[in-house]
Nanobody
Framework: MCSCRASGGGLVQPGGSLNLSCAAS????????MGWFRQAPEKEREFVAV???????YYADSAKGRFTIYKDNAKSTVYLQMNSLKPEDTAVYYC????????????????WGKGTLVTVSS
């Protein structure tokens, strides 16, 4: 069962980088695809990235080329490396477990935990 405890956020200047971590469990990472989401002020929560059990990665257009999702099963942790950050990346970031659906972008996710705030500002 995924605890989905996101951490690693903070204040960073435009163009900077952050690495977010999502603490889960060995069982969860061994059996489920894991995704990252974010919710910016006054906006709906949106999909950012997902990594499948087979290591296939999918990204939102806004994240493609700048963000990298990866996991370490031994540490029971999923990561989101964020580079070339922009002010529009400012949001609370969450991780969650993919439970199924038509696709990874619009499918169902569960086991939401406390998010971590990323603020990109000069």
């Amino acid at each position: 069962m995924c605890s989905c405890r996101a951490s690693g956020g903070g204040l960073v200047q435009p163009g900077g980088s952050l690495n977010l971590s999502c603490a889960a469990s060995r069982r969860t990472l061994s059996n489920y695809d894991m995704g990252w989401f974010r919710q910016a002020p006054e906006k709906e929560r949106e999909f950012v990235a997902v990594i499948t059990l087979n290591g296939v990665r999918y990204y939102a257009d806004s994240a493609k080329g700048r963000f990298t999702i990866y996991k370490d099963n031994a540490k029971s942790t999923v990561y989101l490396q964020m580079n070339s950050l922009k002010p529009e990346d400012t949001a609370v970031y969450y991780c969650a477990v993919f439970m199924g659906g038509r696709d990874y972008y619009t499918g169902n996710y569960a086991y939401w935990g406390k998010g971590t705030l990323v603020t990109v500002s000069s």
